[in-house]
């Protein structure tokens, strides 16, 4: 038994903004973690992310905190352009890091952050929460059993108006994502991760579409996407929409025997093909109809019980947690973080000049 | 006197600088880039607009360092939102208003809190709350607004020091025009309002009142290092208030009373099984979360003696007048 394997991880959390408080929650109460510090530059959002989640100190400087704390596990929940240095510093003190994605603004620096993490023998992995939410576990388990048969088609669309929260917000200046691909870069990890994964693919073939800025609104960037990615035999359709209602995140894997769907934000499962198809289609129905009524009385429990969209980011970080204090395969690879990376970077170059150009369609 | 005041737009804040003005101050309003002066509710050519976002440090912290600010108004924060909004734009932005402030010439902050900081789950019912009750041991049991505000509190107290006058406010739940806390219903069912504890007093403040406390504490000396509550006069209950709206024509529902000894039993039931069997893990709306509905529903008492005594304040408007400006205002449902 290693000497971590025997105690709680040391962790300290840089970035207490929005998404930090989902990290936080699940570190206060994790059997694995103990929440030794947190460190935000703002030193009220430190010492309140402190007091409210039961870290033993705050500080507003990395530098103070890497000196003061023997960390064992470092979370990197900055804005995604400040990564590199947080994380390279992390590394540097001997922390195995988890860093909310996108990692880095683009692959190449993700290869040199993840080379650094190799030379140093720490763990860098960069956040997968969608993949460890129920309807993708569900889905990938029907994937794997061979439910749907080949996979041929993966569809994601997003429907979200970036614009209309604070990546958007005309009172603040500056950009509101600090990345290449502006508001829609935030969401291109998600979709690109999924898409790899749910389409067993290490790389795609080519890529073709449009990232645009349709709403006009400068501090986004860009708030829209369509892109069809071709990936060995199967077809993937990737879309951010930013003026449908409401907000969703449809997933659909299609394979040569069955067909699955579902929305993150509003969870249900519709599996569709088999046997019932032609005049059995109305079973499926009925067994579809059946399963939404019963995702309704599911979705009230993950209401109850704080279970939502980011239920996946606790199951991810436990994985993380135990990776590390085994001496085992984190969660996510190096490898299927730069396949990601490599992707995002193909999504964000369909911008082109005669489509960035705000406002237009 | 120089009075900076942010929030300026907002529902109490437009009636603060109205005040304000009637009173002589100069007042410099912090508005966000994006607002429309036409569109705002006072006369924007007798004030002094410094543009900006107090979530962002940015020129304006310059401008009103370099304007001579006497005493500042904050009521700028967050009432609604998840906690990383509500953290944002609560904490961050009197952080950087704080930063931004000259000291030196400083001579008093008005700060606007809320009655949400107490402490309701330690008291009797039918015990009285005042400005000497118990802030919040437990903000983590409470909601983002009770978290950040109670946060808020302690910057500022923190970040003046000795150097300022400090006077907070704490209003009870500001009504008026547009804000008519749901005519005292918790919830609504169809046609029926269910009103929960309806025998206790809502601890209401119109907001014509709030203002005219907030322009005596910007003045009165007594007020200097002084926390006050601020709560109408005869204040009704919640059953009391629904059937006053109900006569006035604002909303047509039947009124169904939930005892408050309903109300906490099945809180405390809730609470007692998420302790017991579900690890805690439960988040449970305000109506049933033990600790938040205690702090909405628990029948107290309340005082404005303080806000009296140290203010000189006399809430104008009484709650029946109240109930006109929301009846006037078109609060129909």
């Known amino acids: 038994m290693t000497e971590r394997s025997a105690r709680r991880l040391r962790v300290g959390v840089v970035g207490c903004g929005a998404i930090s408080h989902e990290h936080l929650r699940h570190i206060s109460r994790s059997p694995s973690a103990e929440l030794v510090a947190v460190c935000d530059r703002s030193p009220i959002v430190g010492r309140f ?80 929460n969608l993949l460890y939410n129920d309807p993708v576990v569900r889905i990938d388990h029907l994937r794997t059993s061979g439910a749907l048969g080949d996979v041929r088609e993966v569809d994601l669309a997003i429907s979200i108006d970036l614009a209309a929260g604070p990546f958007g917000d005309p009172n603040l200046s500056g950009p509101g994502v600090g990345l290449p691909g502006g508001a829609v870069h ?42 069809v990615v071709e990936a060995g035999a199967v077809q993937g359709h990737l879309r951010i929409a930013p003026a449908s209602c409401p907000d969703s995140f449809r997933i659909r894997v299609g394979g040569t025997d069955r067909s699955v769907e579902t929305d993150l934000y509003q969870p249900y499962l519709r599996i569709q093909g088999g046997r019932d198809v032609g005049r059995r289609a109305a079973i499926e129905q009925i067994r579809s109809g059946g399963r939404l009524a019963l995702a309704a009385f599911s979705n009230v429990g993950s ?36 396949a990601a990376a490599r992707l995002t970077d193909l999504i964000v170059g369909l911008a082109s000049p005669s489509t960035d150009t705000p406002g237009e369609p | 006197m120089k009075v900076l005041i942010t929030g300026s ?218 926390v006050v509550n601020l709560v109408d006069d005869d204040l009704p209950t919640h059953a009391e208030f629904f059937a006053m709206c109900r006569d006035r024509g604002m909303t047509s529902r039947i009124g169904v009373p939930v005892p408050w000894v ?16 579900l690890g805690g893990a439960i988040k449970l709306p305000e109506l049933l979360a033990h600790r938040r509905q205690q702090a909405r529903w628990k029948p107290m008492r309340y005082t404005n003696q303080r806000a009296k005594d140290l203010l000189g304040w006399r809430p104008e408007r009484s709650i029946s007048e109240g109930i006109s400006t929301l009846a006037d205002a078109g609060s129909n449902r």
Not at chain 2, 113 to 134: I, M, N, Q
Not at chain 2, 262 to 277: E, G, I, N, P, S
Request: glycine fraction near 8%; aromatic fraction near 6%; charge should be negative.
């Open chain 1, 186 to 227: 935030d969401m291109l990890p998600h979709l690109s991760y999924l898409f790899l994964h749910l389409a067993g693919a290490t790389d795609v073939d080519g890529i073709t579409g449009w990232l645009r800025n349709t709403g006009g609104n400068p501090r986004v960037g860009f708030d829209a996407l369509d892109a």
């Open chain 1, 303 to 338: 209401k109850v019980f704080d279970n939502g969209t980011y239920q996946g980011i606790p199951r991810m970080l436990e994985r993380a947690y135990d990776a590390i204090r085994s001496g085992g395969e984190p969660p996510v690879s190096a490898e299927n973080i730069l």
């Open chain 2, 262 to 277: 309903a109300v906490d039993t099945v809180a405390r039931l809730l609470a007692l099984l998420d302790r017991t069997r």
């Open chain 2, 9 to 226: 737009t907002g529902f109490l804040g437009s009636r603060v600088v109205d005040l304000g003005l009637r009173a002589g101050w100069d007042v410099v309003a912090l508005v966000r880039p994006s607002t429309d002066l036409a569109a705002v509710p006072w006369d924007s050519e007798k004030v002094d607009i410094i543009r900006g976002d107090l979530r962002q440090p940015g020129p304006w912290g310059d401008q009103i360092a370099a304007a001579g600010i006497d005493v500042v108004v904050h009521l700028a924060a967050a009432t609604s939102g998840d906690i990383g909004d509500q953290v944002v734009n609560t904490l961050v932005s009197t952080e950087n208003l704080l930063a931004a402030l000259d000291h030196d010439r400083l001579r008093r902050f008005v700060h606007i809190s809320t009655f949400s900081v107490y402490d309701y789950s330690s008291p009797r019912p039918g015990s009285l709350l005042d400005e000497e009750s118990r802030i919040e041991p437990l903000p983590a049991r409470r909601d983002p607004y009770t978290q950040t505000k109670r946060a808020q509190e302690a910057a500022v107290r923190q970040a003046l020091g000795d150097r300022t006058e400090l006077v907070i406010l704490r209003p009870g739940a500001i009504y008026g025009p547009g804000a008519s806390w749901d005519h005292g219903a918790a919830v609504t069912l169809g046609r029926f309002a269910l009103i929960f504890s309806p025998q206790a007093e809502l601890r209401l403040c119109h907001v014509d009142n709030c203002a005219a406390a907030v322009v005596e504490a910007v003045r009165s000396p007594e007020a200097a290092g002084e």
């Open chain 1, 49 to 128: 992310a402190r007091d409210q989640y039961g870290a033993r100190r705050s500080y507003v400087s990395t530098d103070d905190m890497f000196a003061a704390e023997q960390l064992d596990v470092v979370h990197v929940i900055t804005p995604p352009h400040t990564h590199e240095s947080v994380v390279v510093q992390a590394l540097d003190a001997g922390c195995d890091v988890i860093c909310e994605k996108p990692l880095a603004p683009d692959a190449a620096t993700m290869a040199t952050l993840l080379d650094h993490a190799r030379s140093t023998h720490r763990v860098l992995v960069e956040t997968r």
